[in-house]
């Protein structure tokens, strides 16, 4: 049936674009300067064209090398509707022995995306269908890049403006001094005592931070405390457990099912987060999705950059009866999500988004912006 779906060739282009000087605004990361994709298209020998996004890993053309000179060959001579394979392959070839590790997932997620796009496209339906799902009204909370460092006064008419646009959740950053993070925080619950508020501190809190922010998180009903540490801390989080009433989140910096397995077993953190641009694609994103069903965890996709990522995970979330929010990116500024091509997804005045219309993930990708973005060299923090 697919025999004509073959992969004839498959191509990564990082991309770039430097962020304006007045959306230059500190966070727990740091300061973003720019930001930064990798788009992976995948041509079929029957001519179908499916797109996919690898998360830049903080150095696109590294993980463009590695698709175009590694991964792309592993991938030959298998179907487009082989993901199964061609993930096995790409695996054993790169991750399970003497690869690239993270880098592998990453450049695979954005092959494995493709894959997916190109399949769907040729059977004319959309992704979430081949999933065994149906179209539906998914949760979203804003999030992405957004909510610096601001200060008070500018930063809520910020979150006032997110609530005017329909969003009934909303992702704050932490990682300023306590005090400014905790007062943010209990200003948005006093203006909005119904809004469901999440809290990430990108890996910038110790142990003391969190002792000290657990009863305002807890007295300002957070719906969860994100990556207070880095991914692989798992003794902090083990103890971090012992000390916050408020759920722990993780997940975005978690690769492959291996991964998510031992966040199980450590039993610290329970809201997961794998991201389907860095943790093996939809394929393993799946996968990871049934494993944690098992234990009755939610699955909250953290979003990458364009449209492709953001599409991928309504249709992940719309396949699985383990489902949570949708991470919108609610950023000011975003050219990579604005201008490659269709348009970005857009949250209802209820706070709820449904996939896109059209066969694949339902976005239309127009190469001729790819001159517009060429890939800059350096980091994307400061």
Known sequence: M???LKIHTIEAIPLSYRLPEKHV????IGRPIKRDCVIVKVTTECGVVGYGEAHHGRSPTTVATLVNTTMSFLAEGHSAASTVAVWDACYRGQIATHGLGAG???????IDMALWDARAKYLGVPVYALMGGTAKKVPAYAGGVSLGFKELPEYMEEITALYEKGYRAVKLRFGDARHMDLKRLCAVREKY????????ANSSY???DVRYAAPVLA???VTWFEEPFPAQDYRSYREAKAIVRT???AGENHYGRFEFNRLIEDGSVTVMQPDLSKSGGPTEVLRISHLLSTWKFKVNPHSSITTLNHSAAIHLLCSIDNGGYFEADAAETNDLRDLLGSAPIQVDQEGFVVPPPG???GIEIDETAFARFPAISGPAYI
């Open 2 to 4: 697919f025999k004509d």
């Open 25 to 28: 605004i500190r966070r727990g």
């Open 104 to 110: 592998s997932y990453i450049a695979l997620s954005g």
């Open 193 to 200: 005592p119904d809004i469901a508020i999440m809290v990430d």
């Open 206 to 208: 110790s142990l003391d």
């Open 219 to 221: 007295e300002n009903r």
């Open 247 to 249: 759920p722990l989140a």
């Open 359 to 361: 066969n694949g993930f």
